[in-house]
Nanobody, 122 residues
Framework: QVQLAESGGGLVQFGGSLRLSCAAS????????MAWYRQAPGKQRELVAT???????NYADAVKGRFNISRDNAKNTMSLQMNSLKPEDTAVYYC????????????????WGQGTQVTVSS
């Protein structure tokens, strides 16, 4: 019912920048929280940043001051601007959303994108 599609990953040098995008499609009433997670090889998936429908944001300490999360509610999209990238930012980045499918049934569901690889070379 809901699909999340990420784009924008790739290979970048230390100190470079990348912009990730996530587009939600399908049939739903509203998107509540959206977030980016990442998972490096051999490590658990970790939260990178969140943004709610009102635009309030939160960041993991490791990316504060370097990453900026934003969303366009009208277009059902979310972006992550990543600056001053470090090799430790190398991971698969996943788009995540909490979605209410119907205004008549307020239950929310969680959805994940397929992930996009970000590799930062030293």
């Amino acid at each position: 019912q809901v699909q999340l599609a990420e784009s924008g990953g790739g290979l970048v040098q230390f100190g470079g920048s990348l912009r990730l995008s996530c587009a939600a499609s399908g049939r739903f009433f509203s998107i509540n929280v959206m977030a980016w997670y990442r998972q490096a090889p051999g490590k658990q998936r970790e939260l990178v940043a969140t943004v709610n429908s009102g635009g309030s944001t939160n960041y993991a300490d490791a990316v504060k001051g370097r990453f900026n999360i934003s969303r366009d509610n009208a277009k059902n999209t979310m972006s992550l601007q990543m600056n001053s990238l470090k090799p430790e930012d190398t991971a698969v980045y996943y788009c995540y959303a909490v979605v209410t499918l119907s205004e008549y049934a307020p239950t929310s569901f969680q959805y994940w994108g397929q992930g996009t690889q970000v590799t930062v070379s030293s």
